[in-house]
């Protein structure tokens, strides 16, 4: 399927502007005789273009969602939806090639490896996908233009998860799936990796949303998602975004 022309989330109102539909959707999790109820049936649309940041304590589902919806995992029931794709009836073939050609993915631990240059860590991805940019295009986006040729080992922890957000984008995804991607930081530096996530965002019309355990992350966000064992207790619209940094913690 071909990527749809970006709308922004201000136009993003209707459920043909939905990029992901969930209804009903559940997982659960076989823990030898006990079961865990990850999600509990999630009704959720996620809308092109637009930033969302997913809040919750440990254990209420977010990282089981980001992992459904990035293809990672599978549900145990309901149904998932990406664009005119039924994730939740794909094989495994199919949910490979949608994870490889769709979406990009940003974690707590940067992921890099350390014998290759950040130019090289991006072309890593670069090399298998259909319409990649150009790793050094990718790399200027999170203004690390100067650090083309250092390894992992000459760069700070920022700059190594601002590699990580290049190589994520590199591929053209429509969507950019974070899971605490400040977690490893230090507040001064999770604002620069913030900026470029926002600057991701605003120029390319990339989807993208955030996983924090942080409040006040969500100030920057268009839409606010709150879960709690493993449910959806609360989404709230920003009618004003704040700057990365303006944000403190």
Not at 98 to 124: D, K, M, W
């Amino acid at each position: 399927m071909d990527i749809l022309q970006q709308k922004m989330p201000g136009n993003a109102d209707s459920p043909q502007d939905a990029v992901f539909m969930t209804r009903a959707l559940t997982k659960v999790y076989e823990m030898g005789a006990v079961q865990v109820h990850a999600l509990r049936g999630v009704d959720l649309d996620l809308y092109t273009g637009e930033l969302v940041v997913l809040l919750g304590p440990s254990g209420s589902g977010k990282s089981t969602l980001l992992n459904i919806l990035g293809g990672l995992d599978t549900a145990t029931a309901g149904q998932v939806r990406y664009r005119d794709r039924d994730l939740t009836r794909a094989t495994e073939k199919e949910l490979t090639e949608y994870r490889r050609f769709h979406v990009g993915f940003v974690f707590q631990f940067y992921n890099l490896i350390p014998s290759l240059t950040a130019r090289e860590n991006v072309a890593v991805v670069t090399e298998i996908a259909k319409d990649p940019m150009k790793p050094e295009d990718a790399l200027a986006l999170v203004n690390l233009s100067d650090r083309l040729d250092h390894f992992p080992s000459q760069l700070s922890g920022g700059e190594q998860q601002r590699i990580a957000i290049a190589r994520a984008i590199s591929k053209n995804p429509e969507v950019l799936l974070c899971d605490e991607p400040t977690g490893a930081l230090d507040s001064e530096t999770g604002v620069v990796v913030l900026e470029a996530l926002e600057q991701v965002n605003r120029e390319l019309g990339t989807t993208t949303v955030i996983i924090t355990h942080n409040v006040d992350i969500a100030d920057m966000a268009d839409r606010v998602i709150h879960l709690s064992n493993g449910l959806i207790s609360e989404i709230r619209k920003n009618t004003e975004k704040r700057s990365p940094r303006d944000l403190h913690w």
